[in-house]
């Protein structure tokens, strides 16, 4: 499966962004999918999981509320909607896909493909 993240950019504090996923080579229904996000000098961070059918979403903590997982496994895409922007939402942004859904959905090594990133800047 190939993943291909888009939809970052520069946005003032309180703005929003969606975040797009394309996926191809593989059976996008068929896997789950995450948000990952990594800030300069940080590990890797678990941001939001959306299950095969949609049903079933996760999210971190500091951005419930704010940000919504979505998914169309019609285009083979998966979406994350964020809203309420603050300067520490600032990284890059991951899309990863799991060929099941594991117990925890938010360690990197539940997921088995990833895309290349997409960068978010929020100014304050």
């Known amino acids: 499966v190939q993943l291909q993240a888009s939809g970052g950019g520069l946005v003032q504090a309180g703005g929003s962004l969606r975040l797009s996923c394309a996926a191809s080579?593989?059976?996008?229904?068929?896997?789950?999918m995450g948000w990952f996000r990594q800030a300069p000098g940080k590990e890797r961070e678990f941001v939001a999981a959306?299950?095969?059918?949609?049903?079933?979403?996760d999210y971190v903590a500091s951005v419930k509320g704010r940000f919504t997982v979505s998914r169309d496994n019609v285009k083979n895409t998966v979406y994350l909607q964020m809203n309420s922007l603050e300067p520490e939402d600032t990284a890059v942004y991951y899309c990863?896909?799991?060929?099941?859904?594991?117990?925890?959905?938010?360690?990197?090594?539940?997921?088995?493909?990833w895309g290349q990133g997409t960068q978010v800047t929020v100014s304050s």
């Open positions: 990863a896909a799991a060929r099941v859904w594991r117990p925890i959905m938010t360690l990197v090594t539940a997921y088995d493909y």
């Open positions: 959306i299950s095969r059918g949609g049903g079933t979403t």
């Open positions: 080579g593989g059976t996008f229904a068929s896997h789950a």
